[in-house]
């Protein structure tokens, strides 16, 4: 085993990165919040959600890159950290510490994402019924112009006049 100082100043460092990638990911969680809290869910700003969800899925990805960076180094050191974890106290003080600001953070997220969740859904359920009602529209429109082509204009005579 090479330096376990050196593996847990990597530990230190891979939680201080996940804190920071949560922290963009809660902001990008409030900004997909704000834009679905629009008075009328028919003015949400379609595209700019898109990038909300395309930023944040490289969030996530760079988490479980941390995530398993994280685990591979605690599997070589973690035993060898706690043993001796007098020697390495102020570090593990230092990682308890991040391991709760990111709880906190992922906690945050959480919430978020389930008001997310449902106003998104709210927007679903609003957009499926206004196709709904466009095909219906649609259908009742075409039916109309069937049967007036179809009539036989009863208003009409169908006696010729065969006097000339």
């Known amino acids: 085993m090479q330096d376990p100082k ?3 100043t990597v530990l230190l460092d891979s939680l201080q990165k996940k804190f920071e990638v949560l922290k963009e990911l809660l902001e990008l969680t409030r900004k997909q919040n704000q834009l679905l809290s629009v008075q009328k869910i028919v003015e949400l700003d379609t595209d700019s959600f898109d990038r909300i969800v395309d930023q944040k899925a490289e969030m996530i990805e760079k988490l479980d890159e941390l995530d398993k960076g994280f685990e591979t180094i605690y599997e070589r050191a973690g035993a060898y950290i706690a043993k001796n974890k007098y020697e390495f106290q102020s570090q593990i003080i230092q990682m308890q510490n991040h391991i709760r600001t990111i709880t906190d953070i992922s ?3 959480q919430g978020l994402e389930a008001q997310n969740k449902s106003r998104f859904n709210l927007f679903l359920k609003e957009k499926r019924n206004e196709i709904t009602n466009f095909k219906t529209s649609n259908k009742v ?3 109309y ?3 007036m082509a179809n009539q036989h204009r009863e208003w009409q005579s169908h006696f010729l006049d065969k006097r000339k």
Do not use: G, K, W
């Open 6 to 8: 050196i593996y847990a």
């Open 107 to 109: 906690l945050q997220i």
């Open 141 to 143: 429109a075409v039916s």
């Open 145 to 147: 112009y069937q049967n």
